[in-house]
């Protein structure tokens, strides 16, 4: 390990001495940066990968990031002093480093990611220096790409400022700056679930005048009389007053803290008018669900009405029918009696009928016999003659008629001659 920090130790001198620190850290607004080398130029593909790991820190970090990023070997010693203060409190800066590596001492984590990859710093450092304006179009470039997506964007730490092709990032609390945390390849597509976000710790603006004996997560705090800068629309970075970019910073965070309130006012008026929008659908929707169910309610018990009725009609029809039917058969079994006494009476009118016509045959038998007796007696010629003529109509009956006359006659005959004696 050793080795290799010593190598990159003599790797930063070179680039040191190719390349002076102060082309970048002391140019003048709209100055262009000058070299006393002119390193192999990087495409615009080639500064978008490179850029794309700090692109996204707020304006006043990656101010000082740019500038330390050309001292790489300051930036490692900056990361050895952190690591050996942390066993001893007491422990002060070298007042020799450089202002801009001295400032990126309040910010420990971006300080660590630099010293653990010196071959990237060192490389974003030789860009700065040989193409500041390409460096800083790209970080615009890719700020650009990250913002249409909306993965770039206002909340309670920072404030993203669009004007027409430049977006700056302004730390939303000018006293404190959050670090952004991301993967360059994620940030730059359409996300369904959060891909920004930051470390759990606020670090104080480098510049911003504390009161004296402020303490810090760090333990240490180096403040600055002058700060640097970004001239977004000449691409370069600047030195400028620290009391003006105190006042920017202010006037950034009092114009988006209006605009939060006016846009949480609007939308808890938006809230509030879709509640009532809410509120009223669903009372209509009650008031129609309920007017449904009650037509509903209506209509079954309509149709159960007539169902109802339907099964008495129904029902009475059975009963007619059945009513109907018992008559019928009343009538029939009224009919099948009378036939059947009528023939019964019939039958009985001929055993009547042929009874009395055995009576009389029995009877004219009896008086056929009778009248055969009465001619066996010996009777006169008269007599016979008349005995035979009632025995024809009057039966025995005449026979005795025609014998008592026969009698009186004689007893005629005998007592006229007893009384003339």
Do not use: C
């Not at 006042?247 to 808890?268: G, I, K, L, T, V």
């Not at 018992?326 to 039958?347: F, I, V, Y």
């Amino acid at each position: 390990m050793l080795a290799k920090q010593e190598l990159l130790y003599m790797l930063a001198i070179a680039l040191t001495v190719a390349i002076p620190p102060p082309a970048v850290a002391q140019a003048a607004p709209g100055a262009p940066s000058t070299a006393s080398a002119s390193p192999q130029r990087l495409s615009a593909q080639q500064l978008d990968t490179l850029v794309a790991a700090i692109a996204l820190y707020p304006d006043d970090l990656l101010a000082i990031v740019l500038p330390s990023s050309t001292t790489p070997l300051e930036v490692v010693k900056a990361q050895r002093f952190l690591d050996k203060r942390k066993s001893n409190s007491s422990l002060q800066p070298d007042a020799a480093m450089p202002a801009p590596v001295k400032s990126l001492l309040n910010y420990p984590e971006v300080v660590k990611k630099m010293s653990d990859d010196i071959d990237w710093t060192s490389a974003l450092g030789s860009a700065v220096t040989a193409q500041q304006k390409d460096v800083i179009d790209a970080i615009q470039a890719f700020r650009r790409k990250v913002h249409s997506v909306g993965n770039l964007k206002t909340d309670e730490k920072q404030i993203v400022v669009v004007e027409k092709e430049t977006i700056k990032v302004v730390q939303a609390d000018p006293q404190v700056i959050y670090v952004p945390q991301y993967q360059p390849a994620q940030v730059v597509v359409v996300q369904s679930a959060p891909v920004y976000a930051y470390y759990p710790t606020p670090y104080p603006v480098y510049y911003y005048p504390y009161p004296p004996g402020a303490a810090f997560a760090t333990g240490v705090f180096v403040g600055a009389v002058t700060a640097s800068a970004f001239n977004w629309n000449n691409a370069t970075l600047y030195n400028t007053n620290v009391q003006e970019l105190q006042q920017e910073r202010m006037n950034y965070a009092n114009n988006a803290r209006e605009d939060r309130q006016a846009q949480s006012s609007a939308n808890q008026s938006q809230r509030q008018s879709q509640a009532s929008q809410n509120q009223t659908q669903r009372q209509q929707q009650a008031a129609s669900t309920s007017s449904a169910n009650q037509t509903q309610r209506q209509d079954a018990a309509a149709s159960q009405q007539a169902e109802r009725q339907q099964g008495a009609s129904q029902r009475q029809d059975a009963a007619a029918s059945q009513q109907a039917q018992r008559q019928d058969s009343a009538s029939q079994q009224r009919q099948s009696a009378q036939q059947s006494a009528s023939a019964q009476q019939g039958q009985r009118q001929q055993s009547a009928s042929q009874a009395q016509a055995g009576a009389q045959s029995a009877r004219a038998s009896q008086s056929g016999g009778a009248s055969a007796g009465s001619y066996s007696r010996p009777q006169s010629s008269a007599g016979g003659g008349a005995s035979a003529h009632s025995g024809a109509f009057g039966g025995m009956d005449s026979g005795a008629s025609a014998s008592r006359a026969s009698s009186r006659g004689s007893a005629s005959r005998g007592g006229g001659g007893g009384r003339r004696g």
